[in-house]
Each structure stands twice: as structure tokens, then as C-alpha cells.
């Protein structure tokens, strides 16, 4: 079946660091991706939807210029957390369409930061 | 916005046990799915149900479309101790492209 895969699956880094979470469709394309959010003991909240080769659309409520979305080709989206600070430690998951099938998840990226 | 309700938070059951948790929305939704998620790990699609009324099963999984399109139940029969984890309802709309709002959770422990 359809997989998404996310990179890395762990990352500690400094506050004011940027980081980069990768999110791929290994055997299908996916022209959407879609990036949550989810905090200890909580749900996952959707942050924004990213369209391949056109600006990604944004929840309410979350901003574009911290999270940077880049979703240059079919097969990959990247979440950029821009100057991280302690309060965006979370865990980031992606998921994908693919055709009539119900959105495939990744395993998520644990962000941690110090 | 779009707001789903999960029932019960928590639930202690004793294996062998059946399970049923509800999940009921202030809309109404085209699709509802149920996810499981363990820790540390993304969430598993269990059961997807596209009609109203429809009810679908998954091995010892049970799950119904409410006939409103506002809620949903998900029933687990003879509980076993690998269903441990993090229950979630979310509801989409017509396509696999549209949004998926989850509801904020039961979390599911099974004494053995």
C-alpha cells in the first residue's frame, strides 16, 4: 500500500535553530500533503495544506513565516520551523492522499528544543 | 469551526471486554474515520465509512456512520492487550484531498 515517509523521525537543537522536516510519498504521487501538529496528551491539529508547485494554505492561527512549506516536486513536502524556541517542541505529522484512498500518516517527527 | 467530541476520554477495561466509544460532531461530515495511534508513532487508519448509516467491520472492530452524519461509534469486541493506544475519530468531507479534523481522543488500556 501507499506509504509516506518523514525525516528525521527525532531531532534535539538549540533555541533560534531552524529545522527542516522532510515529508515523502514512496510509491505515489501526491500533488497535497497536509502538516499537523501534536502536543503531549492532545490531538492532532491540522497547521496547512501543501500544494506542489503553488503556496501552501494555512490554518488559522498558524504562521506562514515560521513554518515554512516548500513542496517543489510530487513526491516531497518540507516543514521549515523557522528560529525555533522551546515552545514549538512537539510532534509534526504528515499524511497524503493517494487517489480515492484515505490519507496515509507518517511516522512523525518528535522536534525537541532546548 | 468544525469541532469534534470524543466519549469516553479514558476508558480501564479487562481483556476479553468489549469496547464502545462514540464521537459526535457540531457538523456534518461526507466520510468519518478511525484512527489508532501508539506512542511515538503516526496514526493507523482502522475503519473509513462513507455513508450515512453504513457500518463496517475490521476483524474485531466494529464502526457506524450515524445516520446524521453527525456522529459516530467504534466498538472493539474481546479487547486484548496490543489495542492499547490513542482511539481518534476524525471526519473529512468528500474527498481523501479534504481536510481531516480530529477529535481529541479515547485512550484505550487493557489490563490483562
Known amino acids: 500500500g501507499a506509504v509516506v515517509s518523514q525525516h528525521p523521525s527525532r531531532v534535539i537543537c538549540k533555541s533560534g535553530t531552524s529545522v527542516k522536516i522532510e515529508c515523502r510519498s514512496l510509491d505515489f504521487q501526491a500533488t497535497t500533503m497536509f502538516w499537523y501538529r501534536q502536543f503531549p496528551k492532545q490531538s492532532l491539529m491540522l497547521m496547512a495544506t501543501s500544494n506542489e508547485g503553488s503556496k501552501a494554505t494555512y490554518e488559522q492561527g498558524v504562521e506562514k513565516d515560521k513554518f515554512l512549506i516548500n513542496h517543489a516536486s510530487l513526491t516531497l513536502s518540507t516543514l521549515t520551523v523557522t528560529s525555533a524556541h522551546p515552545e514549538d517542541s512537539s510532534f509534526y505529522i504528515c499524511s497524503a492522499p493517494s487517489g480515492n484512498q484515505p490519507q496515509h500518516f507518517g511516522d512523525g517527527t518528535r522536534l525537541s528544543i532546548l | ?112
Open chain 2, 1 to 112: 469551526g468544525q469541532q469534534l467530541n470524543q466519549s469516553p476520554q479514558s476508558m480501564f477495561i479487562q481483556e476479553g471486554e468489549d469496547v464502545s466509544m462514540n464521537c459526535t460532531s457540531s457538523s456534518i461530515f461526507n466520510t468519518w474515520l478511525w484512527y489508532k495511534q501508539e506512542p511515538g508513532e503516526g496514526p493507523v487508519l482502522l475503519i473509513a465509512l462513507y455513508k450515512a448509516g453504513e457500518l463496517t467491520s475490521n476483524g474485531r472492530l466494529t464502526a457506524q456512520f450515524g445516520i446524521t452524519r453527525k456522529d459516530s461509534f467504534l466498538n472493539i469486541s474481546a479487547s486484548i492487550p496490543s489495542d492499547v493506544g490513542i482511539y481518534f475519530c476524525a471526519g473529512q468531507g468528500k474527498t481523501s484531498y479534504d481536510k481531516v479534523i480530529f477529535g481529541p481522543g479515547t485512550s484505550l488500556s487493557v489490563i490483562p
